[in-house]
């Protein structure tokens, strides 16, 4: 009778629910242990506010008034799609630019690529020096754009350039390279394709990941160096080919340095190296038109996202994953 009672009362005891104040308990150990987190995080989060974030958006702004860095910004006038119409209309430098850079990207990141994989091709053996080799392949890629590179570039391809007087010995009469509008977007791309050390690194890394069974097994069915190549080496690469392929393309159409210093900023001859980006820095910091120079770069950005999605978009047509089947 007495257990009876006792489970009786038990059963109509309710559970004691925590007030507001003893929720409070909780979040604020959460958010102290959160604090360092924060606290280290903050220079990050303060340079994406003051070095992207916020000019992002004030660039924005910009590209819809006539701004001319000599005029306050309290006092520019907003000058709506102006600067876009005039963009795809009336000035045909804008479309001769556009023209350029994809004619440099178009061929020169294919040809990169693939001298990238060769090299990365010969480089994957376990002989004596390998590592010095290495080393030296990627040593034009620790430059990257540097103008000291550029400079070395243009004398080397001038008139009495070392590459005009290598041909001479061989009694071939040169031209002047970078002076000329038939060769000087050729003599970009030649430096574009010969730094071609970081994705040569990127595609080494991949082809150490290739086990070596799928070659035995091809090599067994009779498979010979070429047929191992396309039916093994490229599908199990096409990840990282993929990889290299997006950063390369974005690279391609950037390129400023180059086209800068061996056209001294003009994009000659004849605007045969006026790349997008050289022709954005000359509306904004010559021509002083940074309204104007605020629109490029902004259809430049979408520009470069349509891209970057359309190669994610087929990519998944020619791209293998090792794992897609455990997806």
């Known amino acids: 009778m007495v257990v009876t009672t006792v489970r009786t009362a038990q059963s109509r005891i309710e559970?004691?629910?925590?007030?507001?104040?003893?929720?409070?308990?909780?979040?604020?150990?959460?958010?102290?242990?959160?604090?360092?987190?924060?606290?280290?995080?903050?220079?990050?989060?303060?340079?994406?506010?003051?070095?992207?974030?916020?000019?992002?958006?004030?660039?924005?702004?910009?590209?819809?008034?006539?701004?001319?860095?000599l005029t306050p910004l309290s006092e520019v006038n907003w000058v709506g799609w102006d600067n876009y119409?005039?963009?795809?209309?009336?000035?045909?430098?804008?479309?001769?630019?556009?023209?350029?850079?994809?004619?440099?990207?178009?061929?020169?990141?294919?040809?990169?690529?693939?001298?990238a994989l060769a090299v990365a091709l010969l480089l994957n053996r376990a002989i004596r020096g390998i590592g010095l080799f290495r080393g030296l392949f990627y040593l034009p890629s620790l430059l990257g754009g540097s103008v000291a590179l550029a400079i070395v570039?243009?004398?080397?391809?001038?008139?009495?350039?070392?590459?005009?007087?290598?041909?001479?010995?061989?009694?071939i009469e040169g031209a002047p390279w970078v002076n000329d509008p038939r060769f000087a977007l050729e003599t970009l791309m030649v430096l574009a394709i010969w730094q071609f050390g970081a994705p040569m690194v990127i595609f080494l890394a991949g082809l150490k990941q290739v086990p070596a069974e799928l070659y035995e097994a091809a090599s067994v069915d009779g498979a010979g160096t070429w047929s191992q190549f396309r039916n093994v080496t490229l599908p199990m690469l096409s990840p990282v080919i993929f990889f290299n392929l997006?950063?390369?393309?974005?690279?391609?159409?950037?390129?400023?340095?180059?086209?800068?210093?061996?056209?001294?900023?003009?994009g000659g001859p004849v605007d045969s190296t006026l790349m997008y980006t050289l022709d954005l820095y000359i509306k904004g910091f010559v021509e002083l038109n940074m309204g104007y120079a605020s629109a490029m770069a902004w259809v430049f950005l979408l520009t470069i996202g349509l891209i970057t999605v359309v190669l994610f978009r087929t990519g998944r047509f020619w791209v293998h994953y090792s794992d897609a089947e455990e997806h």
């Open 85 to 115: 119409r005039r963009m795809f209309t009336s000035d045909p430098s804008y479309w001769h630019a556009v023209q350029v850079t994809v004619t440099f990207a178009l061929v020169a990141v294919p040809l990169k690529l693939a001298a």
């Open 15 to 69: 559970p004691v629910r925590p007030g507001p104040a003893d929720r409070q308990g909780p979040r604020r150990r959460r958010h102290s242990e959160n604090l360092p987190g924060y606290v280290f995080l903050s220079p990050w989060l303060l340079g994406l506010l003051a070095i992207t974030a916020i000019p992002m958006m004030l660039s924005l702004y910009l590209s819809f008034t006539d701004y001319d860095i």
């Open 153 to 171: 570039w243009r004398s080397m391809f001038s008139r009495d350039g070392s590459f005009n007087s290598f041909l001479a010995f061989f009694g």
């Open 246 to 266: 997006v950063l390369e393309t974005i690279h391609g159409f950037q390129g400023f340095t180059a086209a800068f210093v061996l056209s001294n900023g003009t």
